[in-house]
Each structure stands twice: as C-alpha cells, then as structure tokens.
C-alpha cells in the first residue's frame, strides 16, 4: 500500500461529508534548524564534517463528528548539506488514527498509518544519532474492523480482525503483511480491580518464512492507593513456522507503579515477541526500574534496564543489553527552560562473541520569543566503542540551534 493513500482517501472523505454538529481543528508551524555535525556518517577514522539545513513544515488535522473521528499529523523534512557529503533529501513524517463506529456502540472499523524514518536495529535506535545511517523509511498500515460486546456491567469483550502491512524501503529490512483474528475481554470487578483474557491467531507472510501463531493470555490490574497499582498479565504462544516447525513462548508483563510523597517508581519485567527489521520476529526478556519526580518546575528521572534478546524460533541469545539513563530539566520561567539527558549501556553480541558500550549525553536549550515563536539550542555528544565490531568505533559532536514558527 503506497504512502499516503489512506490520509488522502480519509481527506477527500471529510472534505465531502460535512456532518452536523462535527469539531474540526487545524494547527501548522515551520521549523529551520541548522546543525553543525563533525562526523556525519559515524565512522572512527576519516570523519567527515558538515552543516545541514532542516525546513520541516508541519500540519495537523483533528476531525470529530458522532460516528467519526481522525486525526492527522504530518512533517515535511527537507534536509540540505552545505559541503554535500549526502545530497539534499526530503523524510516524511505521518501519523494518521482514524475510528469510524459504523454500527452506534457495537461495530467499529479502525484505520491507522505511520510512516516515518525507522532504525533498522532492534537493539539500537539509530534515529537518536544521525538523520540516515543504519535507517529505512517504514510504512505501517492496520485496519481494524471489530465489534464491541457488552455482555453486563463493567464488562467489555472485543472481537475482531486487523490486516496490517509492514514495509521498508531498505531491501535489506524484512517486509510483513500479518492478519490478525481477536478477541479480548475485560472486567471491573471492583472500583480496584480489573481482569482481562485474550485469544489471538496471526498469519505472517514475511521475507523470510512464513508462520502462523495462537496466543493465549490473561492478566490483573489492583489498584491499592491513588496512583499505585500492581499487574500481572501470563500468556502462552505457539508459533508454527513454515520449514523449522513449532516454537513455544512463553510471555508475561509484571510490575508495581508506587507513587511516594515526592515522586513515583516502577518495577516491570516482561517477556514479549516483538518486529525485527532484519528477522521474522525476536523474543524480548526485559527487566527495569525507573524513577519520576514530582517536580513541576525541576522534574528528573532515572532508569536502570537489562534487556534479552532472543531467536524466536531457535530461543538462541543474540544480544543483552543493560544501561542506565537520565533526564533532568528546570524551567526557570514559563517561557525558559533547560534540560540535560545522559544514557549509558553496553550491548553484549553473543554472534560476534563481542560488546559495544555507548554513552550519549545531551544539553538543551528551549526559550518562547512570543506566543508563536520558539527557539532552540541542542548540543549532543556520542560516543560508541567495540573491540571487534569496526563500525561501532565513533565519536560525534552535533550541536543545533532551531526556530519554530506556529501559525
């Protein structure tokens, strides 16, 4: 499905219909950013530096009628070298959600569409560190026809169908298209507890070897005070693969959000399979803790994170990932703030029988001219490390400074 076309039938849609007693709202802003990057393509030897141009116009659309509702977001980025090290491209950012109840309170068809630019690690986010390398624009498409039950009070059973289609530009990125039969059931059993079941069967077509998976799942919600709860969700999948046979997954998301007199902590573990860009599929095992504070004008937070990621077919170990990061900003006016973040971990590459340790570090500052004008100055340091692996051996400088324009 080409990029757009469901944000351009939902346009014309709207622009037709006209429907009483609908709200609709429109926002747009231009963005001109100037960055100054002394190792644009993140190698360790011959480093190349240059200036980059950004314009990013931005539009968004929000449309809300009795049975309709979408909204619509969606930025240009025009990209401009000065001494041509890549040439002049444009990204394109969008995020359409759309939800029409075609039949009142019983039958609902759901429309969602994001394309935007992806990093084509699992493990690594590359998109925090450069604006192309390691990256392919991605496009996910879902739609969701489902019917809404409510078979007695607080009782809600949703069953339905999604047919999703995941593309990539990079031929090296695994294309999918998943069709995804439902049913998920949720019960208030009291002011403080919530119960929920699911069933799932999902046919993947991939690049790589098809299968077809049967998910069972149940789980809890308490809530004991104001803003803390606990939860436990188990489940049990079954993946049959096309040329390796069966795969049993066991999954689970566990934990406690406590919140003290000054700020907030969460435990979780969990066990999930998640998209690979460059597999069929990986399990991830994850354990954190994170900390919030309560702090209007000084908010920080704090994380500590062990991250396993596995085969899902063969179990086998490919990487563990553990680190810790941090933010922290203080607003000395409504219209000045400045903030600080620092991240720091180390991938451990079971195939390579080697690690990279990475740490980014980043100072920002935001300033309000006026009601319509912001400015920005963002400097970020990178720094990545592997005895083995070459092309993790870099260091990057990349300060910014940006004007926001919203009309």
């Not at 025009?78 to 890549?86: A, C, I, K, M, Q």
């Not at 999902?202 to 998910?215: A, C, P």
């Not at 994380?303 to 990932?321: F, G, M």
Request: hydrophobic share 35%.
């Amino acid at each position: 499905m080409k990029t757009g076309q469901i944000a351009l039938f939902l346009l014309l849609v709207f622009f037709a219909s006209g429907a009483q007693g609908a709200k609709f709202s429109a926002r747009s802003s231009l963005s001109v950013d100037e960055e100054y990057n002394d190792n644009i393509y993140l190698t360790e030897r011959g480093r190349t530096t240059d200036y980059i141009t950004r314009l990013m116009p931005s539009l968004g659309l929000n449309y809300k009628a009795p049975l309709w509702k979408w909204d619509l977001a969606y930025t240009l980025d025009f990209r401009h070298y000065l001494h041509g090290s890549v040439s002049d491209n444009f990204a394109h950012d969008l995020n359409l959600n759309n939800s029409t109840e075609l039949l009142k309170k019983f039958f609902y068809l759901d429309v969602k569409e994001q394309y935007t630019r992806s990093s084509l690690s699992l493990t690594r986010n590359y998109t925090q560190e450069s604006l192309f390398v390691n990256q392919s624009d991605r496009n996910d498409v879902a739609v969701t026809p489902h019917f809404t039950l409510r078979p007695g009070s607080g009782t809600t059973v949703d069953v339905g169908y999604t047919y999703e289609n995941i593309w990539y530009k990079e031929s090296t990125a695994v294309k999918k298209q998943d069709n995804n039969f439902y049913a998920e059931a949720k019960k208030e059993a009291s002011d403080n507890l919530e119960l929920t079941a699911g069933a799932l069967y999902q046919i993947d077509h991939n690049d790589i070897e098809n299968f077809n998976k049967t998910d069972l799942h149940a789980g809890a919600k308490y809530k004991y005070a104001p803003d803390c709860y606990l939860f436990l969700t188990g489940g049990d999948s079954i993946f049959d693969f096309k040329n390796s046979g069966t795969s049993n997954q066991i999954s689970w998301d566990a934990g406690v959000n406590h919140r003290f007199a000054s700020f907030s902590a969460k435990l979780e573990t969990s066990s999930r399979t998640v998209e690979d860009p460059t597999n069929i599929a990986d399990r991830v095992d994850a354990y954190s803790i994170s900390l919030l504070s309560d702090s209007v004008r000084t908010p920080v937070t704090l994380s500590l994170a062990l991250s396993e990621y596995r085969d899902v077919r063969t179990k086998t170990l490919i990487t563990r990932d553990y680190g810790v990061a941090g933010t922290v900003s203080h607003n000395f006016t409504e219209d000045t703030k400045v903030s600080a973040n620092v991240s720091a971990d180390r991938l451990e590459d079971k195939q390579q029988a080697s690690y990279t340790n990475r740490l980014l570090s980043g100072l920002g500052l935001d300033y309000r001219l006026s009601r319509r004008v912001a400015l920005t100055l963002n400097y970020l340091f990178i720094y990545s490390h592997s005895p083995k692996v070459l092309t993790d051996r870099y260091l990057n400088n990349q300060l910014t400074a940006g004007t926001t324009v919203t009309f």
